[in-house]
């Protein structure tokens, strides 16, 4: 099967099947243009600013690498996925020591959703058997995920997990809802949210979800689809952070490729979000 980047020319052509079509609204790339070039300029005012403590506003230098730009935004998790054909572990990347244990015969080695850069690559899901695990469990006032995907069936599939969040009032659920849906899911111990959008299938995206301990938001491809207002602190989830799977079995297996999965322990920006998704596309 091919497997397929998602482009600027998708963006601009609408052909993605999210529910907000981009070229409805010609003003929108340049606005994000305009948008990206003004955070440049502000970051070059405050460089001495650590950059997870920024706006991540220098992120928009389009000769920035994905690695470089995500690794100082000081990921407390994030599993690249790049690992080597017929590793059984997967690498955290932050330094760590998160490391992810596979079963079931996920495939590393995978073209990933930015080939033009050295560090592509991703893994692959079968859909039926194979996941990811970690004793990571993640609990905190404010929080980010993140991951690329490249959804292969129109079933629901499980992107980054550790609760039945709806039902605990624990930790997240990162999951595609069935055809072209996206979802997630916290739980802030008495009361849980979740916010979906749109989501392209049959070629890479991006999906960002933060959480400043007042509103959620979730981004697909740089962009903020939806919010709602929350509050309280996200315990821990029961389970480690799961990856491809759904250990609560409320989730079919993901079926397709994953990369760049990473949480933060800090809500990342509006400009961070679209600085990552810019980095891999170069644009």
């Known amino acids: 099967m091919t497997r397929k980047l998602r482009t600027q020319s998708h963006l601009d052509s609408g052909t993605n099947a999210?529910?907000?079509?981009?070229?409805?609204?010609?003003?929108?790339?340049?606005?994000?243009?305009?948008?990206?070039?003004?955070a440049t300029l502000l970051w070059a005012s405050c460089s001495n600013t650590p950059a997870?403590?920024?706006?991540?506003?220098?992120?928009?230098?389009?000769?920035?690498?994905?690695?470089s730009l995500a690794r100082s935004f000081a990921p407390a998790a994030w599993w690249a996925l790049s690992d080597s054909p017929g590793s059984v572990t997967a690498a955290d990347s932050s330094d760590h020591g998160h490391r992810g244990s596979t079963f079931g015969g996920v495939g590393f080695g995978y073209q990933g959703p930015f080939p033009a850069q050295s560090e592509d690559a991703a893994a692959f899901f079968n859909g039926s058997t194979s996941g990811?695990?970690?004793?990571?469990?993640?609990?905190?006032?404010?929080?980010?995920?993140a991951c690329w995907f490249n959804a292969e069936s129109t079933a629901d599939g499980a992107l980054v997990v550790t609760d039945k969040s709806y039902s605990t009032k624990r930790g997240f659920q990162f999951v595609l809802g069935g055809p072209g849906s996206v979802y997630?899911?916290?739980?802030?111990?008495?009361?849980?949210?979740?916010?979906?959008?749109?989501?392209?299938?049959g070629f890479w995206a991006q999906a960002i979800a933060t959480y400043n301990g007042a509103t959620l938001r979730l981004y697909v491809d740089g962009l903020e689809e939806a919010s709602a207002r929350l509050s309280g602190s996200m315990p821990a989830g029961q389970r480690g952070v799961a990856i491809g799977y759904d250990p609560?079995?409320?989730?079919?297996?993901?079926?397709?490729?994953?990369a760049q999965v990473q949480i933060f322990n800090y809500a990342l920006t509006a400009t961070q979000v679209w600085s990552l998704y810019a980095a891999a596309q170069k644009v």
């Not at 999210?18 to 003004?38: H, K, Q, Y």
């Not at 997630?184 to 299938?201: C, D, L, M, Y």
């Open 52 to 67: 997870h403590q920024s706006s991540g506003f220098h992120a928009a230098q389009a000769a920035v690498s994905y690695d």
């Open 184 to 201: 997630f899911i916290i739980g802030t111990g008495r009361n849980w949210k979740e916010v979906s959008s749109g989501a392209p299938q």
């Open 132 to 145: 990811i695990e970690t004793n990571y469990r993640p609990g905190f006032s404010e929080l980010s995920v």
């Open 18 to 38: 999210r529910t907000e079509s981009i070229s409805s609204n010609g003003c929108r790339n340049l606005s994000l243009i305009v948008a990206t070039v003004a």
């Open 248 to 258: 609560t079995g409320t989730y079919h297996e993901f079926y397709g490729e994953l």
